[in-house]
T-cell receptor, first 113, second 114 residues
Framework: QQQVKQSPQSLIVQKGGIPIINCAYENTAFDYFPWYQQFPGKGPALLIAIRPDVSEKKEGRFTISFNKSAKQFSLHIMDSQPGDSATYFCAASTTGGNNRLAFGKGNQVVVIP | DTGVSQDPRHKITKRGQNVTFRCDPISEHNRLYWYRQTLGQGPEFLTYFQNEAQLEKSRLLSDRFSAERPKGSFSTLEIQRTEQGDSAMYLC????????????FGPGTRLLVL
């Protein structure tokens, strides 16, 4: 079954807008939550990651918000640019073991110039 | 370039043939993962190595699949008697040992089984 559920499936925003992608998880043993960006024909590349001991993390124009009690986390892309058009995946893992990642289905973001 | 590399990038084969993919991880990384990604889906875990030891296999990895990492460096993934349902992108990732270490992905091998 899908351990990490991602919504919405696709987003179209104007340049400068703030696309927000949401993820929910069930397994409370998860303690590491990365977001990956993937361009067509390429492998996923890590954007930003968070652990449940903080509620927000910012790196450049990317922000993760984390709600431990709701078992939800989201990615915000500030001042979005056409070059941000890609598929974004949330993932989760349990770092005490083999750290294998459980991915969401992905969200296609299109930023219109 | 010192990232994860995979070979070949594309493979077209006929149903029933065997195929083998190679992954070269980042040199100091002792953890290596294989994932499979189908169109419109996120990557799904297949198997994991720590050094040369294969420590976990997903139930997605049927008996037709075998993976090796003979000297704890590069890894191979072989699919025997390929089926059309094996068509997917096969991704390799590597990381250092330790919880929460970033997994760096290669560009993937796209397999098409006719």
């Amino acid at each position: 079954q899908q351990q990490v559920k991602q919504s919405p499936q696709s987003l179209i925003v104007q340049k400068g807008g703030i696309p927000i992608i949401n993820c929910a998880y069930e397994n409370t043993a998860f303690d590491y939550f990365p977001w990956y960006q993937q361009f067509p024909g390429k492998g996923p590349a890590l954007l930003i990651a968070i652990r449940p001991d903080v509620s927000e993390k910012k790196e450049g124009r990317f922000t993760i918000s984390f709600n431990k009690s709701a078992k939800q986390f989201s990615l915000h892309i500030m001042d979005s640019q056409p070059g941000d058009s890609a598929t974004y995946f949330c993932a989760a893992s349990t770092t005490g073991g083999n750290n294998r990642l459980a991915f969401g289905k992905g969200n296609q973001v299109v930023v219109i110039p | 370039d010192t990232g994860v590399s995979q070979d070949p990038r594309h493979k077209i084969t006929k149903r029933g043939q065997n195929v083998t993919f190679r992954c070269d991880p980042i040199s100091e990384h002792n953890r290596l993962y294989w994932y499979r990604q189908t169109l419109g889906q996120g990557p799904e875990f297949l198997t994991y190595f720590q050094n040369e030891a294969q420590l976990e296999k997903s139930r997605l990895l049927s008996d037709r699949f075998s993976a090796e990492r003979p000297k704890g460096s590069f890894s191979t993934l072989e699919i025997q008697r390929t089926e059309q349902g094996d068509s997917a992108m096969y991704l390799c990732a590597s990381s250092r040992e330790g919880g929460g270490e970033t997994q760096y992905f290669g560009p993937g091998t796209r397999l098409l089984v006719l």
